[in-house]
């Protein structure tokens, strides 16, 4: 699938159900999408919206679970494997809620 067939994917589902964060995503087991690496220095996708993913750095060394830095990464601007690895987040966020609203449904 192409970088632009994956993120057309990814923005059919944010807008069909809302941005989330990948902790609200229970299949998903709130695993974040590495973006980055520098030494001990660790960059996570974490929370998906239209235009993109908000990003925070983690120091891996610390004791403290707390980002250090954070800032907004458009999709364009990310590898195919991490678009990839969004869409399947996306894909599972989709399916809780569409069980959700079948559930209501009912």
Same mark, same amino acid.
């Given at each position: 699938?192409?970088?632009?067939?994956?993120?057309?994917?990814?923005?059919?589902?944010?807008?069909?159900?809302?941005?989330?964060?990948?902790?609200? /995503? #229970?299949?998903? =087991?709130?695993? &974040?999408?590495?973006?980055?690496? *520098?030494?001990?220095?660790?960059?996570?996708? %974490?929370?998906?919206?239209?235009?993109?993913?908000? /990003? #925070?750095?983690? =120091?891996?060394? &610390?004791?403290?679970?707390?980002? *250090?830095?954070?800032?907004?990464?458009?999709? %364009?601007?990310?590898?195919?494997?991490?678009?990839?690895?969004?869409?399947?987040?996306?894909?599972?966020?989709?399916?809780?809620?569409?069980?959700?609203?079948?559930?209501?449904?009912?």
């Amino acid at each position: 699938m192409q970088k632009k067939t994956i993120i057309k994917n990814i923005k059919r589902i944010i807008n069909k159900f809302g941005s989330f964060s990948a902790g609200e /995503v #229970e299949q998903n =087991d709130g695993q &974040s999408v590495g973006v980055g690496q *520098i030494g001990d220095l660790i960059a996570l996708a %974490e929370h998906f919206n239209l235009n993109g993913a908000d /990003v #925070e750095v983690y =120091d891996t060394t &610390s004791s403290n679970d707390d980002s *250090i830095h954070s800032y907004k990464q458009d999709y %364009e601007l990310m590898t195919k494997d991490e678009l990839q690895d969004i869409l399947i987040i996306c894909e599972f966020y989709e399916a809780e809620k569409l069980k959700t609203e079948k559930r209501i449904s009912n």
